[in-house]
Structure formats: structure tokens, C-alpha cells
């Protein structure tokens, strides 16, 4: 069902936004207007949202879908608001937005679904074929509304799409935030009297509300699970976030750069809540995004005070709404989020805040239900929140508990910000650059390797410098293969023991249970304990002890009984580390053979993007090449050229092309960059060319070291480190060196001076 | 420029020392596919390696840390490295990163093997 995907149809009815404005989630509109088609008659669809995940605009797209579509789907849509107290009045809005939206539909007029009616309004819009089933609805409705029996009510307002005549169409009802119901009050459970009236309604519906609370609902309403769906809506991928920001920057006028795009996405995990509340924000402020400050400067502000804080201010009153409670739940709640500790027991908590058995059982519900916390009963982990609930606990602690002067606490949250901008923006460059373990080995599924892909000595004396295609008839013809073993559970070694997070990241060191021969039995059960080691040469023996050290430590503490280590270094391992390595029994592979077994099997990696295009004025040229295939070739030719022009001579030209060629390979190997390309700006002054190098992605640490000046006494020492000379060679080989500040990775500028060369 | 990195090695042997021939840049790849043909010509027997740049224009570091990777593996095998045929830039460059202390350099492929042959006799240095 890709009807909905296109761009058919008429413009929206309750759709805030086009449907070619909506991005990010064509499968999910997909899948909940499939769940309207007859096929799906008399099942529900609970929709289990991530918390800011945001659902409101999927089901209104879907509501104008199935609206301009007219067919004998009549689409319903209710959204419960903060503003409704009560189950019944909630119950009564419903049976008004009901009619309202039926005939609307019924008369095909936009509309009606926005024009203030009473009931009795909407009984003498009703259009003839439908007025006798309305009338009778409306004089029923006058008749329970005063019986004093609210769960009457509730259930005669909720069930009224059932009163539809079949001949007529096929109502098919979304209700959108029922967390919200759940809250109301009248001594009626209004979230589980929805389950429990759709459920047996025989008509197709859509339940959509926070995930950790929809499943609690349907089996309180004890629900008949093989009747319902489920759709789980979770962030929004890095692509798909990328494209809201574009559209949603674009509708509301808000000029953007790309460091700024990237690091919302970044910042706001993927969120289309936060993301879009925040666009909006800058609109209203009339600010444009371009760097960094920018955007810093205006996320503190939201915390403060804009749409941010009111977002969560809300939620933690609608959690503890006496102040006193509030301002003692921000405490508990920050310091436990600076204290790291997972497992923090839920008594302290309870005596902290001098709150009954019951009261806390609500406030960590309601917390636990936001994801705010994780709470299992006895402990409560309140490390798992979203960046942004944190900064604003953080803000508020230190302004309501610690009454620290408001500007000390807007400056601070200022530079933190800033400060942790490029460490966000690093750590996202290196998830996309490099391959997620986790990936690798979810996919291992009895598959026959050569052996040679896991020890790096035999591969390295076999297959070092040879080429790709020698390579892979060498590999053919191995004799000696490896089974791998088939993997049932891939996690990140940070799961079993938090502490290795200080040495690697998370989806660098994975603990996977498999089965050889994917047989389930005590002898086949293996533990594959993997690691990625950081090196920039070959992993000397002493790190790969260590690292074999620690995976070991990890099976031991945790009884694994039979386990296989297995390290992989970008460049290998020396041959003392490999011998090491092989008489533990642990495997080890460059980066080269990791690159080649992905591909054997049909694993995910990180593929660089190629393009180029080139521009330039009567003084300045301007070419973009991609990372890699000696590209910088293209870059050292073309400003041989250049140079040539000036009269440089011939051996500084050479001095010139081998410095470009350093900055391109410093591009391509340290800057994580996402979009694989290295700009290249050649500015020709009258006795000096000006090269500029820059890259996206993540700042060298040798970056603004100060190192400039290499002697030779340094350079036999030099020698024996083999590499990470590139700058060095750049500041001997050219007369002015000098890293440009930009918000995204870096921008190397290098000056020749025609005097020097011609000398 | 004519800059190929992905054919073969080019080298023989005269007596008991390769001569491996660089190609016109001198980068990662094309370094590793010159310490493989050493390693083999090594393990063949040779216990001398002339590596001849006559026709290497441009190198880069990565270039030059794999050849000190050879040199390594020739003092490990017990045999002598020389670098023939380098022009100016690149001994400049070889120089900075101090690379010329740990080799000896030869005018040309004649001089080098020349050198050889005298073997204990201390290398021509340019």
C-alpha cells in the first residue's frame, strides 16, 4: 500500500503541514492507512511512541489521506488535550468531534471539521441519508448524559462510530495522545474503557499514545492481543531527521547552515517534537541559524523559558503538581543524574521526598512512563534521559533549589553547551565513519570464512600491497575455512561492564552469544568477545595483551564457559602481537580483512559518498574532490598549475603538491567526515599562493598544538614513529601555516611566498 | 604526470640483491606493494635491496614510514638497504624525516649495486 506516499490528492483538512512537507515517516503513514483497508477490518493498531517521538502529525496525514480519498472509509480523528479534566467531558468532546468530522466527511467539507457546532448544529447539517441514525444518537445522548451514570456515558459517547449504518461507510478512528487519558478523572479509567469499547467495536481503529504506557492499558483492558497490531515509532533516523530540519527550516523562514542543521538532528537525537519546536522558535525569535552560538544561545534560551521548558515544566506538574514536591522531585532527580548510579534504591527516594508509598508509586509512574526514569519496583535508574531533559533538570536545579543568580546559570549553560557541540558532532562523524560491531556480528549465521580473515600475520605475509582483485582470487582458493557461529544476542561490551567506556566506545567492543551450527545445545553455546582497538599503526604487543586482558576478565566475571576473543586494529598487529594473540587462541584482523568479510557477509558498512564540482573567480580556484582513490593527486596536479603561473620554481611547486597531498590524507584519515569530500581553495595573491584544506567532521587533536617547528634532532625520533608527520612535513614544506576557526571540522590555510622559492 | 598506483612491482635480482623499482608516487598502496616484494625477494634468499626512484615524482609520509618499515625488515634479516636514483625533493623530504639516517643513498642503480658488491665499505651519502 503506497497510495498514501504519493502526492495525489487534495490539499490538508487537519494536516498542519503538506503532504510533501510531511518527511520521515512514509512507512509508518503507510502501514496506519493500511490498517483502515477492509482486510484489517475489526483489528486495532496500538501506536507505541518513543516519548518526543511525535505522532499528532501521522495521524492527521493519515485522517486527509483517507479524507480526500473518499471511499467507504470514513476517517475520525481525536486528540486528547491537556485541557479536558474529566473522562466524561473527554468522552463528550469525543462524540462532538465524531459528528462533527462524520459529516464533514459525509458532505466533503473541509471545513466543518474546524467550525465551532453544537450537536444540534451538526444534526441539521446532517445529510439526509444520515439524519434519522444522527437524530436518534443526539436524543439518546440527551437521555444518558443526565442518568448519573458516567461509565454509561463515557462507554454510549465512545461507542457511537458504532452506530454508523454499514451501507453508509466504515468509520475508522485514531485517537492520538492516550497517556492523556489515562490521567483524567471521574472515577472512570478512560485509557483502558477505550481499549475495552474499540476492542469489541468490530470496527478497525488506531490507539496511539507513549509506548511504555499503551501495552500496560491493553492488558489492564485485558485485550484480545491476536486482535490488535502494533507499530512502534521510535526517533526519526539521522537521513530522515536531516530532511525535517531542511523542510521545516525552509517553511518557517529560518535561514540555516549545514553545521547548524547537523547539529540539531544531533542534539535532539532525531526528535521531530524537538526538532520542530525549536525551528519554530527561532522563527518567532527571528533568528537565523548558522553557527554554533547560534543555535547554543537559542537552545538556552528554550530551556529558560520557550517552548522547551514549558514542554517539560509541564510534564513535571502534571508528575508532582504541589510546588514544594516539585522543586524537592528536580533535586532527587538531578543528583542522581550527576551521581551516574543506575540502580539507586526507590526508598531513599521516597523518604527524600516525604512522599507516601502510594504518592511515589504515581510520580515514578508517571516518570517512568515519560522515560524520564527506568523504574522496575525496588530501584530507579534516572541516568536514561533525553540531553535536553537533563540541561533543563540542570538549569532548574541551580535556579529553584540552589537560587543561583540567573545570569551565573544562562552563562554557564551557554559554554557547557558550546563546549559539548563539536564532542557531539565527533562522536556522531565517527558512528557514521566506522562500522558498528554490532552490525557485523548480528550477522553471522553459520557462514564459511577463510580462516585468513581472523589472523592477521597469516593474511598480512599472504596478502599485504596485493590488490583488491589479487586479494579475492587469493581468498577463493583458501583451503582452510571457518565456520562462524550463528549469533543470537549482539551487545555492546558497555552492557556487561560500564567501566570499558573510558577505553572504547559502544559499538566498538560487542559480547555476542551464538551457536556453532546453529544447534542449540550446551556444547555448541559460544561467546564471541570482540573488540576494535584504536591504532594508527600496527597493535604492538603490549596493547593487544591488554585488550585480550580485558575481553578475557569480561567471560570470566561473567562465566562464560566457552568463548572466542576477537581484536581487530585498523592497520593489524605486530607480529609479536599476532603470535600473542594466536597462542591465547584469540583472532585479530585489520581493518582490510574486517572490509572483506562484511562483504562476504552481507553485512552493514559505512560507505563514503563521492562527488566533485568546482568553481572559482578570476583570482581564486575552487575544486571539491572525494576522500580517497589518491584523489589529493587531482588537488597536487591542479595547483602545480597554479603555481606554474606564479613562476614558482620547479622545487617548490614540489614543495607545494607534497604539502597538499599531507593536508588531503590529514583530511581523509582523522575528520570522520560525513560527507567524504575535502574542499580545496587555491588563491593566487601577487607574490604568494594562498591553499585553503578544509574537511566537515571532527577536529585533530593536534590541531592547535602549537607544534610548529620540527629540528633535525628531532627527526631521527621522528623517524622510528613512522607516522602522524603530516603536519610537520606542511610546516617545514610551506612559509605560513594556520588552522581557520570554523564550527566543523577544520580548514587548514597555507601560504608560499614567491620570494622564498625564487631565492 | 603519469601516476598509476595499482600495477605490479617491478624488480630483479642481481646476484644476491633485488633491485625493486618505485613507482612515480610513493603512497600507502604502492609502499605496501614494495614491501611485499621485498619481504619476498628476503625470503627468497636476497640479503640486499637496492629500491630505485628513478621514477617517483611525488611521495607522501605514509610513503616513507612504510619504507622504514623495510628497512626495519632488511636489519632484521641481516641485510642492507639502498635507495637509488632519489631526486632532490624527495631527499629533502627523506631528510627531514630523518629517513637518510638509516639508509644509504645511491646516484643510480649502477652505483648502487656497486656499493653493494664493496659491501662493509661505508655507503656514498648524497
Not at chain 1, 87 to 106: D, K
Not at chain 1, 605 to 622: I, K, Q, R
Not at chain 2, 25 to 31: A, C, E, M
Request: net charge negative.
Amino acid at each position: 500500500m503506497n497510495g498514501s506516499s504519493s502526492s495525489e490528492n487534495s490539499g490538508p483538512v487537519l494536516g498542519r503541514v503538506t503532504r510533501q512537507d510531511f518527511v520521515g515517516r512514509v512507512a509508518e503513514l503507510d502501514r496506519v492507512v493500511a490498517q483502515a483497508s477492509e482486510a484489517k477490518k475489526g483489528r486495532g493498531l496500538l501506536l507505541l511512541m518513543e516519548p518526543s517521538a511525535g505522532v499528532s502529525e501521522l495521524l492527521r496525514q493519515t485522517y486527509d489521506y483517507l479524507f480526500n480519498k473518499r471511499s467507504e472509509v470514513i476517517p475520525i480523528y481525536f486528540a486528547f488535550t491537556r485541557n479536558e479534566t474529566t473522562a466524561v467531558s473527554a468522552a463528550i468532546e469525543f462524540l462532538n468531534s465524531f459528528l462533527q468530522q462524520y459529516i464533514a466527511f459525509r458532505r466533503n467539507e473541509p471545513a466543518l471539521c474546524h467550525a465551532a457546532l453544537t450537536l444540534q448544529d451538526l444534526v441539521e447539517l446532517a445529510p439526509p441519508a444520515d439524519l434519522e441514525w444522527i437524530e436518534q444518537l443526539v436524543q439518546l445522548y440527551g437521555r444518558v448524559r443526565f442518568s448519573n451514570d458516567n461509565k454509561e456515558l463515557v462507554r454510549f459517547c465512545l461507542g457511537a462510530p458504532q452506530r454508523v449504518p454499514n451501507r453508509v461507510g466504515r468509520p475508522f478512528v485514531m485517537l492520538d495522545g492516550a497517556q492523556l487519558a489515562a490521567d483524567l478523572n471521574g472515577g472512570v479509567m478512560l485509557g483502558i474503557e477505550l481499549l475495552r469499547v474499540f476492542g469489541r467495536s468490530g470496527l478497525s481503529f488506531v490507539l496511539a499514545g507513549l509506548r511504555r504506557q499503551i501495552l500496560d492499558a491493553a492488558h489492564t483492558a485485558e485485550c484480545n492481543f491476536e486482535l490488535l497490531d502494533l507499530l512502534r515509532l521510535e526517533q526519526l533516523t539521522s537521513e530522515e531527521a536531516h530532511r525535517l530540519v531542511d523542510h521545516v527550516a525552509v517553511r518557517q523562514q529560518v535561514a540555516t547552515s549545514r553545521e547548524a542543521r547537523d547539529l540539531l538532528v544531533e542534539e535532539f537525537a532525531g526528535s521531530p517534537f524537538f526538532i520542530s519546536s525549536f525551528l519554530q522558535a527561532a522563527r518567532e525569535k527571528n533568528i537565523a541559524l548558522i553557527s554554533y552560538l547560534d543555535c547554543q544561545r537559542l537552545y538556552v534560551d528554550e530551556l529558560l523559558g520557550g517552548h522547551l521548558h514549558h514542554h517539560f515544566e509541564e510534564l513535571l506538574e502534571e508528575t508532582t503538581p504541589q510546588l514544594d514536591k516539585r522543586l524537592a522531585l528536580i533535586r532527587v532527580l538531578w543528583e542522581a543524574v550527576v551521581s551516574g548510579e543506575k540502580c539507586a534504591s526507590v526508598d531513599s527516594w521516597r523518604r527524600r521526598l516525604q512522599l507516601s508509598a502510594n504518592e511515589l508509586d504515581e510520580v515514578m509512574h508517571t516518570l517512568h512512563i515519560h522515560e524520564f526514569v527506568n523504574w522496575n519496583g525496588p530501584t530507579v535508574d534516572a541516568t536514561t534521559g533525553s540531553q535536553p531533559w537533563k540541561d533543563f533538570l540542570k538549569v532548574n536545579y541551580r535556579l529553584a533549589v540552589l537560587n543561583e543568580p540567573r545570569a551565573l546559570v544562562v552563562a554557564d549553560a551557554l559554554t557547557d553547551s558550546l563546549k559539548r557541540a563539536p564532542h557531539t558532532m565527533a562522536r556522531h562523524y565517527k558512528r557514521l565513519a566506522q562500522v558498528d560491531l554490532r552490525d557485523v556480528v548480528t550477522k553471522f549465521d553459520c557462514q564459511q570464512l577463510p580462516r585468513v580473515l581472523f589472523d592477521y600475520g597469516s593474511f598480512s605475509a599472504k596478502y599485504k600491497g596485493a590488490s583488491d582483485a589479487e586479494l579475492f582470487a587469493g581468498l577463493g582458493s583458501e583451503a582452510e575455512m571457518l565456520k562462524l557461529p550463528q549469533m543470537v544476542h549482539v551487545t555492546s561490551c558497555l552492557a556487561f561492564k560500564s567501566e570499558l567506556r573510558q577505553v572504547c566506545e559502544e559499538h566498538k567492543c560487542v559480547v555476542a552469544h551464538g551457536f556453532e551450527d546453529a544447534t542449540y545445545s550446551d556444547a555448541n553455546e559460544v561467546i564471541w568477545l570482540v573488540a576494535e582497538v584504536e591504532s594508527k599503526l600496527e597493535v604492538d604487543a603490549d596493547v593487544a595483551e591488554v585488550w585480550y586482558d580485558r575481553l578475557e576478565t569480561v567471560a570470566q566475571v561473567f562465566g562464560f564457559r566457552r568463548y572466542q576473543v576477537w581484536l581487530i586494529g585498523n592497520e593489524g598487529f605486530s607480529e609479536a602481537a599476532s603470535t600473542a594473540l594466536s597462542e591465547h587462541g584469540a583472532f585479530c584482523s585489520n581493518r582490510r580483512q574486517l572490509e572483506v568479510l562484511i562483504a562476504q557477509i552481507g553485512a552493514v558498512s559505512a560507505s563514503p559518498v563521492s562527488t566533485t564540482h568546482g568553481t572559482g573567480d578570476a583570482d581564486e580556484f575552487l575544486i571539491v574532490v572525494p576522500m580517497g582513490e589518491d584523489n589529493e593527486l587531482i588537488a597536487a596536479n591542479t595547483v602545480e598549475q597554479i603555481a606554474r603561473r606564479l613562476t614558482f620554481q620547479p622545487a617548490a611547486i614540489n614543495q607545494i603538491k607534497t604539502a597538499i597531498v599531507e593536508a588531503c590524507i590529514n583530511a581523509s584519515e582523522h575528520s570522520y567526515s560525513p560527507d567524504r569530500k575535502i574542499y580545496q581553495r587555491f588563491r593566487v595573491e601577487s607574490d604568494r599562493l594562498v591553499v585553503t584544506i578544509s574537511s566537515r567532521g571532527v577536529v585533530p587533536t593536534n590541531v592547535g598544538s602549537g607544534n610548529t617547528n620540527v629540528t633535525k634532532t628531532e627527526n631521527d625520533d621522528a623517524a622510528r614513529q613512522r607516522r602522524g608527520w603530516g603536519l610537520k612535513l606542511i610546516r617545514t614544506l610551506m612559509d605560513e601555516v594556520e588552522f581557520e576557526k570554523v564550527d566543523d571540522g577544520t580548514s587548514l590555510r597555507m601560504t608560499k611566498y614567491l620570494r622564498n622559492s625564487t631565492g | 604526470m603519469d601516476i598509476s598506483s595499482g600495477a605490479a612491482v617491478r624488480s630483479h635480482c642481481v646476484g644476491t640483491t633485488a633491485v625493486v623499482y618505485a613507482s612515480d608516487y610513493l603512497n600507502k598502496l604502492t609502499g605496501e606493494k614494495i614491501e611485499r616484494e621485498c619481504r619476498r625477494q628476503l625470503d627468497s634468499g636476497c640479503r640486499a635491496l637496492v629500491i630505485d626512484f628513478a621514477d617517483t615524482q611525488l611521495v607522501n609520509s605514509i610513503g616513507i614510514s612504510i619504507l622504514l618499515g623495510i628497512i626495519d625488515i632488511a636489519e632484521k634479516n641481516g641485510a642492507q638497504v639502498v635507495f637509488s636514483d632519489v631526486n632532490n625533493q624527495t631527499i629533502e623530504l627523506f631528510d627531514m624525516l630523518g629517513l637518510t639516517r638509516h639508509v644509504a643513498l645511491a646516484k643510480d642503480e649502477r652505483e648502487a649495486l656497486s656499493h653493494l658488491s664493496g659491501f662493509d665499505s661505508t655507503p656514498t651519502l648524497h
